[in-house]
């Protein structure tokens, strides 16, 4: 039951229906069977290893929050032991693996349910916060079971902090406005997912499927349409997600902003997978960080001063693990890498580039600047989603050394790119980039506003245009084949 599925939004109008005509004190209880069967349709199994997790995380954390001194601690390293194997074990197959078992997770259909990784770290975050001792354990079962298992962010996040348990207990009552808006934010998720990253999948899958079959251009196009389909795709399942929390009356934070008209690798992060970003910050990189600078004495540690030392240590360890968590393999790792290694180069010459541009006078350009950081960061970005989007570090590796091969020839370019989209291919390249550009145009005005807050700004006249446009471009242009999101495997 895919958010891009018929299926889903019948399931979605009949739980919006149960939920506001059933009395306060049950609607918790259709919110947890709803998300159970949202899951159960996918794969029976996946629902028992999920409720497995949620009813371990819950005792657990009453056992943290009433225990003192090395027992509450003691308690508290196991719990997080237990979660980080129990999302590794699923997502590698120790079984099929390590032990060559003929009865592997894998030969069993219940490899890597999906969303683990989300609600694996919606249950860790919750244990650490209750260690820190900033909220209190979840008493009722059913309210905790709930948080974890909301269906419209079980499979993707965005990921949510223990304080979502507070939206859970208040009454909502039915909100005009914001069920509106809700719809809104749904439908231009399906617009990103169906008509830009589901067209620009036709491409991208073809030429990273088999990247040794091409040169130059192809492989170009390729890049920058991963980029494009990716966020289209993540952010759409998002505002899906979002859209359908807010008819419900709840609020999921915002998981992009953005963040291809990021300045610097920092700001892209800030403005990338929102959630996940202050997850790693708060859960790894900060007691990484604290942790060493409680053990390092010296001022220096080889060439670089002992903060420096530390930043770079933490911010890679940081992003080898955030690649980790997107999957088990090299490329993932040299994903990370590049992030991890171009902020510590970011933060160790900011200085130097600083006094560069003063001295050169570019600081009375700043637009222009801004323009160019941009587009760096872009390309930038870009050339990381190769290892992401690649089998393996050798095909990353063949694209990026085989990526400008002949691009200058006009005449082989043309024949390369009609190996690609030639025909109809070339039609579905046209109406691609036209809406890829009318969501980008959007997102500048709109800058920092959500979409639906924007537009509400504008001219009746002009907002209905808008509302029917979106809806008319769906109908006709979206590629309704059911792909999944490409976050699901995550």
């Known amino acids: 039951m895919a958010f891009n599925s018929a299926e889903y939004f019948v399931f979605l109008a009949v739980m919006a229906f149960g939920y506001y005509l059933s009395p306060s004190k049950h609607r918790i209880w259709i919110l947890l069977a709803g998300s159970a069967f949202f899951y159960f349709q996918f794969n029976p199994a996946y629902l028992v290893i999920l409720f497995l997790s949620i009813a371990f995380n819950y005792l657990l954390g009453y056992s943290i929050s009433t225990l003192e001194g090395r027992r509450r601690t003691g308690v508290f390293v196991m719990a997080l032991g237990i979660n980080i194997v129990y999302l590794f074990f699923f997502r590698i197959d120790f079984m099929g693996l390590l032990f060559k078992s003929p009865y592997s997770l894998k030969s069993l259909n219940i490899l890597m349910p999906l969303g683990i990784s989300f609600f694996t770290f919606a249950n860790i975050s919750y244990l650490v916060e209750i260690y820190r001792k900033k909220n209190p354990a979840e008493k009722r079962f059913v309210v905790y079971a709930t948080h974890i298992s909301f269906f419209p962010k079980l499979l993707q996040g965005p990921i949510v902090r223990p304080d979502f348990i507070s939206q859970l207990v208040k009454e909502h009552r039915f909100n005009y406005g914001e069920t509106a808006d809700g719809i809104k934010l749904i439908m231009w998720g399906l617009f990103k997912k169906t008509i830009i990253a589901d067209r620009a999948a036709l491409i991208v899958n073809q030429v990273f499927d088999n990247p040794t079959s091409y040169t130059g251009m192809p492989l170009v196009l390729a890049t920058i349409l991963f980029s494009i389909q990716i966020y289209a795709d993540f952010s759409g399942y998002t505002d899906m997600a979002r859209g359908s929390a807010k008819i419900f009356g709840f609020h999921l934070p915002l998981n992009f902003n953005g963040p291809y ?38 001022d220096k540690i080889l060439f670089l001063n002992s903060d420096k030392a530390i930043y770079f240590f933490s911010i890679n360890a940081t992003f080898i693990i955030c690649g ?38 570019l600081l009375r350009h700043k637009k222009k600047l801004d323009r160019l950081d941009t587009l760096f960061i872009f390309i930038l970005v870009s050339f990381a989603w190769i290892f992401f989007r690649a089998n393996t570090v050798p095909e990353a590796l063949y694209i990026v050394k085989h990526i400008f091969r002949g691009i200058g020839n006009i005449a082989q370019m043309k024949s390369a790119l009609a190996s690609v989209a030639g025909g109809d291919g070339l039609n579905n390249l046209v109406i691609l980039l036209f809406f890829a550009i009318v969501l980008f145009v959007v997102e500048s005005r709109q800058k920092a506003e959500e979409i639906y807050l924007w537009i509400k700004q504008k001219p009746a006249w002009l907002r209905w245009t808008f509302y029917y446009a979106v809806i008319m471009a769906i109908f006709s242009f979206g590629v309704f084949d059911r792909s999944p999101f490409l976050y699901f495997r995550f």
Do not use: C, E, Q
């Not at 800030?270 to 600078?293: A, V």
């Open 261 to 298: 008209f990021s300045k610097s690798i920092g700001d892209f992060w800030n403005r990338w997978h929102m959630t996940l970003s202050s997850w790693l910050r708060d859960y790894i990189y900060l007691p990484i960080s604290f942790w060493l600078s409680r053990k390092i004495k010296n």
């Open 324 to 361: 980790l968590w997107h999957g088990i393999g090299w490329h993932y790792i040299a994903w990370g890498l590049i992030f991890g290694i171009g902020l510590s180069v970011a933060v160790f010459t900011r200085g130097l580039r600083k006094k560069f541009k003063r001295k050169m006078g």
